[in-house]
């Protein structure tokens, strides 16, 4: 949110420090008092300005909190040495009041709470200063009504605590409505994309099951090749489904028959299909499983997902490396993770899981991940992720334990 100052309209920003720092040397030039005179205070006044105006104008191209910080801090300085060298400009303590006011600009939480108490010190030890060295005759405008004036600047310092508040609210809001706005856009060109290519794809698997339904009941095949063959239709089935889910990305799976899952047998069916998988890369998968793991899901929706994070975990995973995938029961869930030390993800790329289109693979299209968390969803489960650069990544999976 701090970059919507100047990303919005850079002009817009420039134009608008290019009058702030106007308005500033005007100040320091027109009807000052002091120019002319050499003294520190003036010269420290022509510094700060100078400095203040290079933070402004070099803010956009380093956009760092150490900037922003020291945009606020020497406006504090500015502003906080205007009020005592010129006592005379009544103004100079309406601007005081309102210098955590720009951090609302840069909509940093931190440093506007920082604002806050530091201004709320400082004008307590500003007060302490003039009455201690009793110059009340210098600030008439603070010092006749000190009680009252003291009452504003508490309350001029809530108002902006409030408005803060209310604009972070609304802004959030306004990034949440678009990040749904992206996804909804990026569901419907998956969609689009989705019925454009699955009458071309289900013809061949269409032929490819045939064909293996016709070798598996024929008699003279083995009893090894038929189990072979049965397995491989129905991959051939799941990969429809596949092609099904993709029609209807948005929409949550309404002819799907649930039915009572021991969770162990569909892990231990993945990990022989995806044993071999591995082999090429001779990357293992070890099974840690408790008993009475039961859940009430579609079987295929379970194979599926688990397909998909199995699969990632070996192709993520250095040669030789073990995938580890875990079931457990905790209160009334089931919790399943799949381990992986491999290459790992940076927080950024965990940011963009799941979204259409982006996969870290070079033929990856990330629907399947898409795919596997709406499916979880649907089921009124949960998955996350976890991961570190270089020590490989965990995905967790939780659904309702079925009694």
């Known amino acids: 949110m701090e970059k919507i100052l100047y990303e919005s309209s850079p002009s817009r920003y420039y134009i608008t420090v290019s009058i ?98 530091l201004n709320k010190l400082l004008l307590s030890i500003s007060v302490a200063y003039i009455k201690f060295e009793s110059l009340e005759s210098m600030y008439p405008y603070l010092t006749d009504d000190l009680i009252g004036n003291c009452i504003n600047l508490i309350i001029s310092q809530i108002i902006l605590a409030f408005i803060f508040h209310l604009t972070s609210e609304r802004i959030k809001r306004q990034q949440m409505l678009y ?60 990969a429809e489904q596949v092609v099904t ?63 998909n994070i199995i699969k990632n975990a070996i192709e993520a995973s250095y040669s030789g490396d073990s995938i580890v995938v875990r079931a457990v029961k905790r209160d009334e869930d089931v919790i399943i993770t799949v381990t992986d030390y491999g290459k790992g993800m940076s927080s950024q790329e965990l940011e963009s899981i799941g979204t259409p289109f982006y996969s870290l693979k070079s033929k990856g299209t990330g629907l399947g991940i898409m795919i596997c968390n709406q499916i979880v969803v649907n089921n009124n489960g949960s998955i996350h992720y976890e991961s570190a650069v270089g020590k490989g990544t965990t995905v967790t999976i939780k659904l309702p334990y079925y009694h």
């Open 179 to 238: 990040e749904q706005m992206k996804h909804n856009e990026r569901l419907k060109t998956a969609g689009e994309l989705a019925a454009a290519v699955a009458h071309e794809i289900r013809n061949p698997l269409t032929v490819v099951k045939g064909y293996l339904q016709i070798y598996d009941r024929d008699a003279a095949s083995d009893s090894g090749n038929k189990q072979k063959f049965r397995l491989l239709i129905e991959e051939l089935e799941t």
């Open 20 to 117: 702030t720092i106007f308005i500033m040397v005007m100040g320091l030039s027109v009807f000052n008092p002091r120019i002319g005179l050499g003294d520190v205070g003036f010269l420290i006044h022509v510094a700060l300005v100078i400095i203040l105006s290079v933070c402004l104008l070099i803010y956009p191209k380093f956009n760092t909190r150490h900037i922003r910080f020291c945009i606020v801090l020497i406006s504090f300085a500015l502003l906080y040495l205007l009020f005592f060298l010129y006592p005379d400009t009544g103004s100079t303590i309406l601007l005081i009041c309102f210098i955590p006011a720009i951090s609302i600009l840069f909509f940093d939480t931190l440093l506007f709470y920082f604002s806050i108490i």
């Open 245 to 307: 889910d993709l029609l209807s990305l948005s929409k949550p799976s309404i002819n799907r028959v649930a039915e009572k899952i021991n969770v162990q047998t569909v892990i231990d069916n993945v990990a022989e299909l995806l044993q071999s998988y591995g082999l090429s890369t001779k990357n293992k998968i070890e099974i840690d499983i408790e008993n009475d793991c039961t859940i009430n899901m579609n079987k295929m929706e379970l194979h599926q997902v688990l397909v």
